[in-house]
């Protein structure tokens, strides 16, 4: 199995800054590529910024100019910087990994999520 687990969620003042974190672990897998979703109340998931694993990004138009994603290929981590936070960003923030396992002798490409981790920016 593959697991991913984010932290850096929390509380912050508008205009304010945090950044989110996202580790993958397991075994006998290989990441594609890896992003941040949000979901705010009564809204459906979106995508705020995706990362290749040849760090080629993108950026919901909500957000670009004020987030950053990065990624620790060795690590298989996925960091998402957030600056000049604003009331409407706030959400449950999800890491998402696109990914290939070795399953029964071949490689099957899957999709894993973490639990989230709530980012609430105040006005």
């Known amino acids: 199995q593959v697991q991913l687990v984010e932290s850096g969620g929390g509380l912050v003042q508008a205009g304010g800054s945090l950044r989110l974190s996202c580790a993958a672990s397991g075994s006998m897998f290989r990441i594609n590529a890896m992003g941040w979703y949000r979901q705010a109340p009564g809204k459906q998931r979106e995508l705020v910024a995706g990362i290749t694993s040849a760090d080629s990004t993108n950026y919901a138009d909500s957000v670009k100019g004020r987030f950053t994603i990065s990624r620790d290929n060795a690590k298989n981590t996925v960091s998402l910087q957030m600056n000049s936070l604003k009331p409407e960003d706030t959400a449950v923030y999800y890491c998402?990994?696109?990914?290939?396992?070795?399953?029964?002798?071949?490689?099957?490409?899957?999709?894993?999520w973490g639990k989230g981790t709530l980012v609430t920016v105040s006005s």
């Open positions: 998402n990994a696109n990914l290939q396992r070795f399953v029964l002798g071949s490689w099957t490409g899957m999709d894993y």
